[in-house]
């Protein structure tokens, strides 16, 4: 169980560097109540140790920062749920730009389900500071920041500075049921040509049968076209480009269109209730992100599937081709520059990711390495998922796609008004690629981002 | 002693009405390096999400305005002419429950009722073709449900305003109709519509006023759609995203100031052409 940082010693250093700076102060800030501070590298609030700290999760967060409150009954803290930004809902931006225009409220902690947010919550925004605490510039140790799975800090690093704590990792692996696969006489596909030919005699010989679905916007884009390495969502410097008439981008085109035609990816989404009520037992095999485990597959009130039943193997690839996979977001904790209680924020980031809470309340693959470790170790004691569980997993995780870009809008938003009402209606995703690029395009010019 | 009387609403109305009414006219105006001209204006629509925006409510507030006159003089006719006291109270009563919901927690309800999964009426909406959700909240489908979910919320007070207002008028009036052979038709279309006139245009400029300010019910069902209803649908929504997607505060104010010219312009038209200011 991680240990409550030595509060008073990081606080006298707070009060040192307060006085001490306090010229700096004045000429850097505009609000006097905030004070430059080289213990952390951001101008920090007045600290006090009593203050109580607000923490914004999503549902699927809340039982680990209630834990954290429990665990800690001299601070007080204050947990609100809200989306958790899914989707590209973009709340948590709007919320902050909103406390940034009155001057207060900000929240200590965020979680947020998407990994772009650094993009803006890292930057200066119309003169207020960014909403993001800087981490590795005396906050949190340089140790524990080692400690996560190298890459995994990556979005949330900008120019050396590290903006926020990956939650889990969501690489895409490849997921089957081995009691159908046995009964079909199938064997687990290994490349998108397999799925693909998979596809076809699924439909033909066991009909009602499926290969997943693509009517949520994160499996259409982050499981199916990054994992293809399809270039539609790219950025370099300030360059946005998107291309859907590349080979890569497509193929996978195709290889939607014609499963979803012939009826193995279905349009439905994965949380629905539809979802579940006609396909529940008939997925014979599914790509998805890590976190698929505790968010359907063991899931009471989703999928609930009986242990060893699934199993889990490598991602899909192109044949011949670099063997890289897609990345589902995989959640980040913010903690916030404004807070007054800094100190209760680095025992807070550091419990929901490096302690045995962690472990505990982990949905997915822990981005922390010794917390993952655990973690693979006890789902393959466990024996829940046959097949090499650790092995697909560790591979996945190490060979995210490096093409995909994380700009500051979502890639999801597009794909959710245009491509899902298009499959529901019945149309081809190639009917509607035109479309969707310009989409793309559009959003990344109105961001400010050079897109021709 | 009226001074006094308004004092209190004048206040409120320049603090939370004129004040930043004015802010935003500077800010619209404006940019961080100073004095901007129409270049904010300019940036507004040259935004490829302005036009479609501008489309989605104008198409709203046509069906809208056109539905609600028709339905709420009509209901508030009939549950004038129901002679049985109880049956008039009550018919008053039920229609004004569903505007003593807040606007996001009537939009909750309607969130139930456009699922086919869930929703009571899942029969009428498949036999419409709608098996889902995505379906149903289809793009061309939403000026219709943004129309029915406003009726509903907000047709009850219009109707118990009108029903007010056709009271107000001179029994005496409506005897000399019948005495003269007027049936309940060509009481209604002759005399009593004709003296509901002001009325009517009353609730044509508040409801003009409301609409063009679609935004709680787009963003509720976006959120719940996962993104299938566009964020950007209205011109009020697109306001918001400017001010706090983009950090465009002054984008945001020109917008804003563009609606509030087009809502004055189109609501002095019924102002002007309803006698609402001509005295009796």
Redesign the interface.
Known sequence: MTTIHSMAKRRTGVLLAATGMSALVLAGCSDSAESEDTAFGFPAAEQDAESPITVWVDASREGIAQAFADDNPDLTVNVETYDGNAGGSDTFRTKIASFDQSGEGWPDVVFSSQTNDTSWAGTELNGNQAYAAVLNEGLMDQEYLDGFTEGALDPMTVDGKVYGVRNDLAPVVTYYDQTLMDEFGYEVPTTWEEYLELGERLAEEHPGYILGSVGDSFVGTFVYYFGAQAPIFQVEGNTFTSDFSDDYSVRMTELIDTLVDNGTLVDESVFSAEFLEQYAGKIVAMPGPAWYTGALFENPDSLAYEAGTLGVANPLYWEGDDEVTGNVGGGVWYGSSHSTNLDAVASFLEYVTASDAALEYAGGLPAYQSVADSWLETQSESGFYGGDFAGAMTKAAGSIWSGWGYPSFSAETAYANIVVPALAAGEPVSSVTDAWQEEYLNQAQVQGYDAP | MGRVFISLYTALLVVFGLAPALYALVLAFTDEAGFAGFDNFIGIFN???FWPAVTNVASFLALWLVVQTVFVVLLALIVHQISVRWIGAVARFVYYIPGAFAGAASVMVWLFLLDP??SPVSGLLTSMGFD?F??TV??GNLPWIFMIIAFWTGAGQWIVIMYGALNGINPEVIEAARVDGAGIFHTAVKVQIPLLKKWIAYMAVMCLAAGAQLFVEPRVLS?A???????DYSLNQLV?LY?????D?HGSAALSIMLLVVSLLLASVFVFKGGLFDRD
């Open positions: 935004d490829y999400r999964a869930v889902s995505v379906q289809e793009q959120q759609s996962k993104g299938v209803v566009p964020e918001y001010a706090f997607r983009q950090g505060y």
